[in-house]
């Protein structure tokens, strides 16, 4: 049964890194299903055989974090948003608790370190190939990467995000390569290991990974010193003179290699119009609505336009995510989840600490080797995590599967860094619940990931169809494929968005009078249906107004476009949808407030798309048409 478990967790490890890599949930769900067995497995194996036990405190604090995000999942306003943190959250508690528990051995851990080391490749691999030019390829056939160009991606869509994968599989490399038991042929193939992925996330021109990774390097080489003081103090000077050496070498040769890339990437920000310095303010406007608990689950992508920094660049889009986790972690789950979080990482950090201090005092004291495999992965676990903790400031790359994943193996291995139990302290009579407690999570957190797999997953996946047969414009088939999905998950509000557009969209002048009042009827149903599911976005209140004008309702209409408005107060799209609205309704006057209200809007519509400025046209055109029409009817005075 343990070797099932390891056999489908390492599938599952590989199946996320390679799909799950965007914050959408359609590539995740294979990785969900695989998870959610591998969880289900360890339920019914239950009692499981590990070389060190895990600290109690590290299994204690993710406990409580773990059941506090959910909960707030759970109970999130938005229920479609909040399924994305859920699921990850507990894929993430999955992949925990088995590098904790069931991947203790040291020949295991180096197994998972291979899992990793072949994403990297592969991810390599895929960006050699859009180095090469074709900066859209994507591994899954039919879909294209939406990304800067110039920018590898790997398996990831954004840069950004593999840049952070690979700055975690960088630094347990290196933790082998100095403290493993190696030959000096394993440590020079090593060496061209890490220098590959150094180039790699230099080629994908992240600035908070550079700054992740320098973070990740200090705290390494603090530890490392703190090794050999205690240890070989004889070499701790020449290490002290060489180990700054070494790095300033290796970022010279980096930044000679990429200087006019990063050159124009660090002259581009932080400066003054930096989006980030835009968006915090927004995220920390609905941290403030409530300071404890937070807005609830991914519920920043409504604050993002509902709190839109006035400052910001009226062409910028929707931030979506507040692209620094702790803040969105205020935003999202208050005060209560960033303490929650803060006190899960200094469990971990402590686990670590004592584990060093245990290696120098009772392990090297019986060896003399200052080289391990429980060494080497709980030193590139530290750098690892410190270089993703760094990174988090100015990225959202948690809330991508993959990394996310990655991340909760770090801390699994610092759980249990590997202190041999007649060493171990008593454990404390109060944190032994944990242990019960984190198995009970890690069984319901399976059984919520196969059963979303198999029948969320399945509606997905009709979505996904949906939209590739839309770009061919194979509109009835897309239909089709959107109904079958609303039959499986009847809480998506985003299925129903798209359905009533749909139908709106099947609608035909040449449609006998029955059949364009079915199909009308049928569209503004599913469009009020998704604005009930998710009445905090504007996208979806704005198709509904345009729906319930077709069909007759204008006040009714003009209510939806009110509570557009009110959740994108600055942008440009509601007010515009306002002037139009009003203009249908020959309320002249109105409507061209209206539009000169929307050209004060600090969000503008993409270019391209229907502006105040063609309303405006469109206005004055229609109201000296009525003005010609009404002079011509009145008599003529002689």
Excluded at 68 to 81: D, G, K, Q, T
Excluded at 114 to 122: D, Q, T
Excluded at 448 to 471: I, S
């Amino acid at each position: 049964m343990e070797k099932l478990i390891l056999g489908v967790f390492g599938a599952a490890l590989i199946v996320t890194g390679v799909l799950a890599t965007e914050t959408r949930m359609l590539f995740f769900w294979p990785g969900c299903l695989l998870m959610g067995l591998a969880a289900l497995f360890l339920t019914v194996r239950w009692r499981v055989r590990v070389i060190f036990p895990p600290d109690e405190a590290c299994l204690a604090t993710t406990l409580l974090f773990t059941l506090y995000i959910a909960a707030r999942a759970v109970f999130s306003p938005m229920e479609l948003w909040a399924r994305e943190d859920f699921f990850i959250l507990c894929a993430a508690l999955v992949t925990y608790l088995l590098a904790a528990t069931l991947c203790s051995h040291p020949r295991t851990r180096l197994g998972l370190l291979f899992v990793l080391l072949a994403l990297a490749a592969g991810n390599l691999a895929v960006g050699m190939i859009q180095f090469g030019g074709r900066w859209d390829f994507h591994v899954v056939p039919g879909f294209l990467r939406a990304f800067d160009e110039s920018r590898i991606g790997g398996f990831f869509n954004n840069s950004n995000h593999l840049a952070a994968f690979l700055s975690m599989v960088l630094f347990l490399c290196t933790g082998w390569m100095l403290f493993g038991r190696l030959g000096t042929a394993g440590r020079l193939v090593l060496c061209f290991i890490i220098l590959t992925m150094t180039t790699g996330t230099a080629l994908t021109q992240s600035r908070g990974a550079l700054l992740g990774a320098a973070a990740g390097a200090v705290v390494f080489t603090l530890a490392a010193l703190w090794l050999l003081w205690q240890t070989h103090r004889h070499l701790f000077k020449w290490a002290l003179i060489g180990g700054p050496i070494l790095l300033l070498l290796a970022g010279g040769v980096l930044w000679k290699v990429n200087e006019e890339t990063l050159a124009r990437r660090l002259k581009e920000g932080p400066g003054v119009d930096d989006i980030r310095a835009h968006i915090w303010p927004a995220a920390l406007a609905q941290h403030a609505q409530a300071p404890w608990t937070g807005a609830g689950a991914r519920m920043f992508q409504s604050g993002c336009a509902q709190f839109r920094d006035p400052r910001q660049s009226p062409n910028t889009g929707e931030a979506l995510f507040a692209h620094n986790e702790f803040i969105q972690m205020l935003a999202d789950y208050g005060w209560t989840g960033l303490l929650l979080l803060v006190l899960m990482l200094l469990a971990h950090a402590r686990s670590a600490g004592r584990f060093l201090r245990w290696f120098v005092r009772r392990k090297f004291a019986r060896t003399g080797h200052l080289a391990g495999t429980t060494l080497a992965l709980t030193m590139g676990a530290l750098g690892g995590l410190a270089a993703t903790l760094a990174h988090a400031v100015v990225e959202f790359h948690w809330h991508v599967p993959a990394v996310a994943v990655t991340g909760a193996l770090l801390l699994g291995l610092l759980a249990n860094p590997g202190i041999e139990m007649e060493d171990r302290a008593p454990s404390s009579a109060w944190l032994r619940w944990s242990r019960t407690g984190i198995k009970l999570a890690c069984a319901g957190a399976g059984l919520c990931l196969a059963l979303g797999a198999v029948t969320w997953g399945a509606a997905d996946y009709h979505v996904g169809r949906a939209a590739v047969l839309t770009k061919q414009k194979d509109n009835a088939g897309a239909l089709e494929h959107l109904l079958r999905a609303g039959e499986v998950d009847t809480r998506n509000a985003e299925i129903f968005h798209l359905r009533g557009l749909a139908w709106l969209e099947s609608w035909r002048p040449d449609q006998s009078p029955a059949e364009r009042e079915r199909v009308l009827a049928a569209g503004v149903e599913d469009l009020r249906r998704s604005c009930e599911l998710n009445p905090w976005s504007h996208f979806y209140w704005l198709p509904l107004a345009d729906a319930l004008r077709a069909a007759g309702q204008p006040e009714e209409a003009l209510k939806a476009i009110h509570r557009a408005c009110e959740l994108a107060p600055l942008y440009e799209e509601p007010r515009v949808a306002l002037a139009i609205h009003l203009h249908s309704l020959r309320r002249y006057e109105e409507a061209e407030m209206a539009c000169l209200w929307a050209s004060r809007a600090r969000a503008l519509n993409p270019e391209g798309s229907a502006n105040w400025s063609t309303e405006h046209q469109l206005l004055l055109q229609d109201t000296a048409f009525a003005a010609e029409r009404e002079r011509r009817r009145r008599p003529s005075v002689p």
